[in-house]
């Protein structure tokens, strides 16, 4: 059942995303906006149906690649939900979709790990404001990378025709309010870490918290340098994406390595 709803998931999100690209070729008033929502809500439910079946499973949330980036994929794909509530924030979809299709597809090709004992609220806690953090960042940094393409297209003084629904503003906008809530997440998951899991500098959770700190202390200080010196554009978009790579570093980057060595996530 849980591979069938994961390929059930992959098939909505492939085609919200073929559906959005028809919005932004032929113009977002001639293509519905419901249709879009309704494929990737039907996408986040299989997808959301199938990863409570593996946890049901598994007794607990699964510690391998694949999982993780299923669980990050979901997130991403309910927070391009909420957004794009408003109509002129469909565009991101074209981007958020394909990846959350891509995660899914990772958790089907990809093993799973040996299965854990249940954890506590207290690491699930955790687990889930690290991946509250890392979809909406990631969510982020995907606006980040279309005010760049915005902001180049402007420069240059050519125009994007499937954008020119969206205004730079907009984007700007959403890019900061995402950084805002990512950036209370990440804190939530930090704080967290720090109270509840145990030996946090000890083995390959070093690695992790060096880097997620080090994320945290860039988003921070990009928050900051946008309230007080107005930082925005490009370098808020640079600065975005250096952070988002710092998050990876420390998630993904400690489960692939530890993949490899065959020890699991």
């Not at 794009?84 to 074209?94: F, M, Y």
């Not at 955790?126 to 890392?134: C, E, G, N, P, V």
Request: glycine letters at 10%; aromatic letters at 8%; hydrophobic letters at 60%.
């Amino acid at each position: 059942a849980m591979p069938l709803a994961l390929a059930i998931g992959l098939f909505f999100y492939l085609a919200a995303a073929t559906l959005t690209a028809g919005r932004l070729r032929h113009g977002v008033d001639r293509v519905g906006h419901a249709p879009v929502l309704a494929l990737a809500g039907l996408g986040v439910l299989f997808h959301a149906f199938a990863l409570a079946l593996a946890i049901h499973f598994a007794g607990g949330i699964e510690h391998s690649f694949g999982f993780a980036l299923s669980m990050v994929g979901l997130g991403m794909a309910a927070v391009q939900m909420l957004a794009a509530r408003r109509r002129h924030l469909d565009p991101l979809g074209i981007l958020v979709y394909p990846i959350a299709a891509c995660c899914v597809l990772a958790a089907l090709l990809l093993p799973g790990a040996e299965r854990a004992a249940p954890d506590s609220w207290q690491i699930s806690l955790h687990a889930l404001a690290s991946l509250l953090a890392y979809s909406t960042l990631s969510v982020a940094s995907l606006a980040a990378v279309l005010l760049a393409v915005q902001e180049h297209a402007l420069r240059t003084r050519r125009p994007l025709p499937f954008l020119k629904s969206l205004p730079l503003t907009l984007t700007e906008g959403l890019l900061f309010r995402l950084l805002q809530a990512g950036f209370v997440l990440l804190s939530l998951s930090l704080v967290s870490g720090v109270l509840f899991v145990e030996d946090l500098l000890g083995q390959h959770l070093a690695h992790k918290t060096f880097f997620s700190l080090a994320s945290w202390l860039v988003f921070g200080g990009l928050l900051l340098a946008h309230h007080r010196r107005g930082l925005r554009g490009r370098r808020a978009a640079w600065l975005t994406l250096s952070g988002m790579v710092l998050l990876l570093l420390a998630y993904f980057g400690t489960k692939a390595i530890l993949a490899a060595l065959g020890r699991g996530g």
